[in-house]
């Protein structure tokens, strides 16, 4: 069976402080890039840099303490209660003042929506000290009023000096919100200009 071969020469670019886009049809390879980057696939050949020095494939532990990863499926266990959770995390205490996650703190992971699932994970993932955030489609299966108040939550990490890269296709958000951005396509990335949606219509990825 012959290599499926995803990405050549891919290339892409963020900036501390910055929401960085990254749009693509099914199978442009969007999360696989972000895998790589995460450390979560090795490739053939690629790297990456942060802050100027190039992380190798194998500093695994180098990469992760820049790196959050929030992969497009979930990442919580099920049966776990959400107080619980919340105690297995380094440093929560703002985290547990905040009422959306006060409202579901005695209750089980599988008894959250979707919506509230998702705002704990990015939240938690948020907690971390970390540079540079990947989240691989954070808004599917999340409801408007969440979807809002996630947009908040990143916008205050951006302001910490905090880096994030995600994927979308929930694009009447992103382009609101994004600094820059990306079009995945033929293996590559294609950087779009400040109008972003003008840009994905042109493309035939909306209309």
């Known amino acids: ?6 990405l050549e020469e891919g290339y892409l670019k963020f900036l501390p402080g910055t929401i960085c886009a990254l749009f693509g049809r099914n199978g442009a390879g969007k999360s696989t890039l972000l895998k ?3 450390g979560q696939i090795q490739p053939q050949t690629g790297l990456t840099i942060i802050n100027g020095k190039r992380i190798y494939n194998k500093s695994v532990n180098k990469r992760f303490s820049q790196i959050g990863y929030l992969p497009q499926d979930s990442m919580l266990p099920d049966s776990f209660p959400v107080y619980r959770l919340l105690k297995s995390f380094p440093d929560t205490t703002e ?4 009422p959306l996650i006060k409202k579901i703190t005695t209750q089980k992971i599988h008894e959250l929506s979707g919506g509230e699932r998702r705002y704990l994970e990015i939240s938690l993932l948020f907690s ?23 947009i908040d939550r990143i916008k205050q990490e951006t302001r910490k000096g905090r880096g994030i890269l995600m994927t979308n296709h929930y694009h009447q958000y992103v382009t609101e919100v994004a600094d820059m951005a990306y079009f995945m396509q033929n293996k590559q990335c294609y950087r779009l200009d400040n109008d972003f949606k003008s840009d994905l219509i042109k493309l035939g990825y909306v209309r």
């Open 1 to 6: 069976m012959p290599d499926l071969s995803i």
């Open 36 to 38: 790589v980057a995460a």
């Open 95 to 98: 985290l547990k003042k905040d």
């Open 128 to 150: 971390l000290k970390r540079s540079y955030f990947l989240l691989d489609e954070p808004f599917t299966g999340v409801e408007p009023l969440v979807i809002e108040s996630l």
